[in-house]
Structures are given as C-alpha cells and as structure tokens.
C-alpha cells in the first residue's frame, strides 16, 4: 500500500515554464488537497477535490491549475511558473470529510 | 473564517525536560483538532487528533494534547523529551471538505 505518492521530488524550473506535478493514492479517498510550504507560513491550501470531477480553490490559488479526472490521480499545474512559486509542495488525501489527511513526501521544486 | 496561531517560533528544551507546545484557534462550530510533526525534508506525520470526547487525546511517541474550549485551546505536551523529537510541528484545524487550516508552525530544538 504506498498512500499518496507525488512525482518528482525534486525539480528545478526557470521562469515562464510550464509543468505538471503529479499526486496519486491507491486508497480510493474522495478528498484530495494541494498544499504549499514555505518557511515561516505554514501550510497554505492551493486546491482541493471532493471527488472526480469536482474542484475548487483554496488560499493560494493563483497561478496553478487543477483537474480530478479519477479518483486516483489529482495532478497540479503551472501554466507560467514564476520566482514566488519556488515552494515544497504536498499533497494530500482523506477518506471521508472529517478524517485527518494522508500526506505526500512533498515536491522541492525551485524557479530560477 | 477558521485560524490557527502558534505563537512560538523556535522552543528550545533540554533532553529529558518536559515540553509543551501552545496552539490557539478560531473557529466557528466544535472544532476537529489535529497535531502533525515534520522532520527536516520530510513530509508530515499525524500525532493526534481531537473530535470530541474526552478532551484529553493521546497520540503516538508518547505525545498528548489537551482542548480546552473556554481558551480556544490545544496545546501539545510530552514529559519528557528525547532528541528525536527535534522536528517543526504543526497545529491544524479541519477547514471544511477535508481540508487544513495550519499554525505557521513551531520549530523544538533539543539541547543535550
């Protein structure tokens, strides 16, 4: 059983490209979140998904893109990557409304 | 619209000292409480997590935490503290469709 699984780990962008960050669990959770981390913030909701082809944004989501077209997989995207998008990014998910959230091993991803 | 304060940036505690760690939220209706831990360039663990009851919750690594309504309250304790505990941890509330409202979080430095 691998939980939530995000791919890559690591990656290095320069600014103006593009790119997808990928988030997949194998529990069959309806409830799946991306979340950023940036030093002395916390944790910042970007976006979130109740299930298959329902999402909507959360604290931060300007400038990332989001679609749930399974129940596995809810991948992140950058259309435009900027400098203030340089964050560990983690995923999330959860079997029901009110349980506690499963956690990726975050993404590192830096923009030049 | 629901918050999380942790006032303390850095706590730094002697090995085998007791430690508490102070967490503050807002939230409208009975909140549902959690404690995560994050080892350096790791992802996040759940400690505990509170959902009502007894207000007193115990969680793993010999971590409890105890809600306290009438101060809005849920502070994280252990009695004594090992240097495996040196990590950042993270209060969070639950937000609504699974998601986290998190602390800006509380880095515990452990001293010989």
């Known amino acids: 059983n691998a939980g939530v699984t995000q791919t890559p780990k690591f990656q290095v962008l320069k600014t103006g490209q593009s790119m997808t960050l990928q988030c997949a669990q194998d529990?069959?959770?309806?409830?799946m979140s991306w979340y950023r981390q940036d030093p002395g913030m916390g944790l910042r909701l970007i976006h979130y998904?109740?299930?298959?082809?329902?999402?909507d944004q959360g604290e931060v989501p300007n400038g990332y893109n989001v679609s749930r077209s399974t129940t596995e997989d809810f991948p992140l995207r950058l259309l435009s990557a900027a400098p203030s998008q340089t964050s560990v990014y983690f995923c999330?998910?959860?079997?029901?409304?009110?349980?506690?959230?499963?956690f990726g091993d975050g993404t590192r991803l830096s923009i030049l | 619209a629901q918050s999380v304060t942790q006032p303390d940036i850095h706590i730094t505690v002697s090995e085998g000292a007791s430690l508490e760690l102070r967490c503050n939220y807002s939230?409208?209706?009975?909140?549902?409480l959690f404690w995560y831990v994050q080892s350096p360039g790791q992802g996040l663990q759940l400690l505990l997590k509170?959902?009502?009851?007894?207000?007193l919750v115990q969680g793993i690594k010999g971590f409890e935490a105890e809600f306290k309504r009438s101060q809005s309250s849920f502070n994280l304790r252990k009695p004594s503290v090992h240097w495996s505990d040196a990590a950042e941890y993270f209060c969070?509330?639950?937000?609504?469709?699974?998601?986290?409202?998190f602390g800006k979080g509380t880095m515990l430095l452990v001293s010989p």
């Open positions: 529990m069959n959770h309806e409830y």
């Open positions: 998904s109740v299930g298959a082809g329902i999402t």
């Open positions: 969070a509330v639950l937000s609504g469709y699974s998601t986290l409202t």
């Open positions: 939230y409208g209706a009975t909140p549902y």
């Open positions: 509170y959902f009502s009851g007894d207000t």
């Open positions: 999330a998910s959860a079997g029901q409304v009110n349980q506690p959230q499963h």
